[in-house]
């Protein structure tokens, strides 16, 4: 069954930095729209961003535009998500997942998740 592994979460101050990653076990996912989606402590999960399967495609959810860069390296099985200008309104836990294209850029296939990545921002 094809699995993600989330990678690159931290503790940052506001302001600050971090690239995510998101490593699939098969290139199957080379064909598939990866997307980015973060839950925070009594929260709904919310997606993020995603990408298409060529890269061509990419969607943000407004909170993240123009701060957030998703991007994937097929050869790698891999999407990235640069994380830039981050806010305390950003900390969660960071899963990645395939998306149901069908139902928008922002609704996972499968509710099956990950530990995911925890990212913090605090001063």
């Known amino acids: 069954q094809l699995q993600f592994v989330e990678s690159g979460g931290g503790l940052v101050q506001p302001g600050g930095s971090l690239r995510l990653s998101c490593a699939a076990s098969?290139?199957?996912?080379?064909?598939?729209?990866i997307g980015w989606f973060r839950q925070a402590p009594g929260k709904e999960r919310e997606g993020v961003s995603s990408?298409?399967?060529?890269?061509?495609?990419?969607a943000y959810v407004d909170s993240v535009k123009g701060r957030f860069t998703i991007s994937r390296d097929n050869a790698k099985n891999t999407v990235y998500l640069q994380m830039n200008s981050l806010k305390q309104e950003d900390t969660a836990v960071y899963y990645c997942?395939?998306?149901?294209?069908?139902?928008?850029?922002?609704?996972?296939?499968?509710?099956?998740w990950g530990q995911g990545t925890q990212v913090t921002v605090s001063s």
């Open positions: 997942g395939v998306v149901d294209e069908h139902y928008g850029w922002f609704t996972p296939l499968s509710d099956y």
């Open positions: 098969e290139s199957t996912s080379d064909y598939l729209t």
């Open positions: 990408i298409s399967s060529s890269g061509g495609s990419t």
